[in-house]
């Protein structure tokens, strides 16, 4: 199995909800991709980025306009 695969098998670790998941590279390209397609599935999805300014920017908004919450 690839180590991409795990991304997708639910978790079981106390705590943490059977979709949840950490995309990293969350304010471009295929990472972004990511973080929208998950949450749009149902995910809770933690959006890992360097740069929190630029995060804010671009993916506060495009959350609100998909009708998401997001800190």
Do not use: Q, Y
Not at 4 to 33: C, F, K, M, Q, Y
């Amino acid at each position: 199995m690839s180590h991409v695969a795990h991304l997708w098998a639910p978790l079981t670790t106390d705590g943490v909800r059977e979709r949840s998941v950490l995309a990293t590279g969350a304010t471009g390209g295929i990472g972004r991709v990511t973080v929208f397609r998950l949450a749009g599935a149902g995910w809770d999805v933690i959006a890992g980025t360097r740069d929190e300014e630029k995060a804010r920017a671009l993916l506060l908004p495009e959350m609100a306009a998909r009708g998401g919450g997001g800190s």
